[in-house]
């Protein structure tokens, strides 16, 4: 978002608005790739307790 679109959505919807939206944005990026760490972790860890069983 550029700066001239930024003032005019902070001019529209106000400050608090529009800081809370730029936060989720940016907040579900991160917890997007958490989750996908997460994902991988698990399944590093399903396929090492396979091998540890055979």
């Known amino acids: 978002m550029e700066a001239q679109e ?3 959505a902070i ?3 106000g400050f608090p608005i ?13 917890l997007d790739k ?3 760490c997460l994902h991988e972790l698990s399944s590093a860890i399903v396929k090492e307790q396979r091998k540890n069983v055979l």
């Open 6 to 8: 930024l003032f005019t």
């Open 18 to 30: 529009v800081l809370s939206w730029y936060l989720l944005l940016r907040m579900e990026q991160r």
């Open 34 to 36: 958490l989750g996908d």
């Open 11 to 13: 001019g529209n919807f």
